[in-house]
């Protein structure tokens, strides 16, 4: 056998080296592919235990979080563009208002951070308003939106790093690392706020603060308190999307858990309580009924309502005062000329 030339010497050296990319890209490929298996396994465990826990309570509910399955995501973006649903639109108007000023008080490097992110279509006002925004960090549930939402935004902003994190903004987020110390805007639109009872809300706020850390500011979206003349058209749309938006939820569960629910005869119902400032919705059952969910019988009065999602109506100074309770400085509100709706500004 004759001795390897030195130019022969150096291809090998490159394809070895090129071999132990490949086969370290492998391996990696194949952690995340268990990573995401073992996360989808888990949250699929956790939606079960928490349909059968909230089915099984005197007063039965389902947790709203459950709504956005990829075809809950797409009638609720179906939803923001109906005429009686004001609070999108005129949420976009504020933020269009206001961004000038929230930018001109951004340091460099800033990173976004949204809790809730869904389509991240307000985002673009915030991101193209501040090009000192140089990373973005959407949290939720939904990996499908997430994954459109960055290939959109990279391609409209070269610039800016997208770096989605799937998962509940309850719990743990794992921020990228280097995110640490960077000035940190979090951003909580939509009135998802309104998803949680007073209580709640103080937790959540406390929850977010603790997250990004002092030094940043929260920018936070909420409905205002009005007639229920406005408020239950929103939550009970002529064209039944927000009915049919309800209803999926026992779609999800039917295909996720292998539930039997007979979606026909369940009725989608909004009430709002005014002294409260509560929308709350329900499904109510058309008829005294049997479901079964994972080997497990749950009984139905005719009447009987499963509660499924809150919104809860704020005053400016109500949402500010949750906001103090939480540990959390006052620094700006805004509405619209109509005050159907409150942007407001926090720092820590
Ligand atoms: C009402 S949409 C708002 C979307 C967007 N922020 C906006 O204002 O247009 C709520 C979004 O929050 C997500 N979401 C709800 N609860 C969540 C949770 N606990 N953790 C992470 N995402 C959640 C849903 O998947 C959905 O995309």
Redesign the pocket.
Same mark, same amino acid.
């Given at each position: 056998m004759s001795a390897k030339t030195p130019a022969q010497d150096q291809r090998a050296d490159a394809a070895s080296s090129e071999r132990e990319v490949l086969e370290r890209e492998v391996l990696e490929r194949e952690g995340l592919e268990r990573e995401v298996l073992e996360r989808q396994i888990l949250e699929h465990e956790v939606f079960a235990r928490e349909v059968l826990a909230g089915l099984s309570k005197a007063r039965k509910s389902i947790p709203c979080?459950y709504f956005?399955d990829e075809a809950g &995501?797409l009638l *609720?973006e179906h939803i923001t563009e109906l005429p009686e649903y004001y609070p999108t639109r005129t949420e976009l108007a504020i933020l269009r208002d206001i961004a000038p000023d929230i930018a001109s008080r951004t340091k460099p490097h800033a990173a976004l951070v949204?809790f #809730? &992110? #869904?389509?991240s279509?307000?985002t673009e006002i915030l991101l193209s308003a501040c090009p000192a925004l140089e990373r973005y960090v959407p %949290?939720?549930? &939904?990996h499908t %939106?997430l994954d459109s939402a960055k290939t959109r935004l990279e391609a409209k902003y070269p610039y800016l790093r997208v770096e989605p994190v799937i998962g509940? *903004?309850?719990g743990e987020v794992k921020f990228p690392a280097d995110l640490n110390g960077l000035p940190k805007i979090g951003f909580f639109? #939509?009135s998802?706020i309104g998803n949680f009872d007073h209580r709640a809300a103080v937790g959540l706020l406390t929850h977010f603060r603790a997250l990004l850390g002092p030094g940043s500011r929260l920018i936070v979206g909420a409905d205002l308190r009005k007639s229920p003349d406005i408020l239950i058209p929103a939550y009970d749309d002529a064209a039944g999307v927000t009915a049919a938006f309800n209803v999926n939820l026992l779609t999800r569960i039917n295909r996720e858990l292998g539930a039997t629910f007979e979606t026909s005869k369940f009725e989608h119902l909004a009430t709002y309580d005014i002294a409260a400032g509560r929308i709350d919705m329900f499904l109510v059952s058309r008829t005294a009924q049997d479901v079964e969910i994972a080997g497990h019988r749950f009984t139905f009065a005719e009447g009987e309502r499963i509660h499924t999602e809150i919104s809860q109506k704020y005053a400016v100074e109500e949402l500010q005062g949750l906001a103090e309770q939480a540990g959390w400085t006052i620094r700006a509100a805004w509405t619209d000329p109509a005050r159907l709706f409150s942007v407001h500004e926090f720092a820590c």
């Open positions: 979080q956005y &995501s *609720f949204e #809730g &992110s #869904g389509s279509l307000k %949290i939720d549930v &939904s %939106i509940d *903004f309850m639109p #939509g998802t």
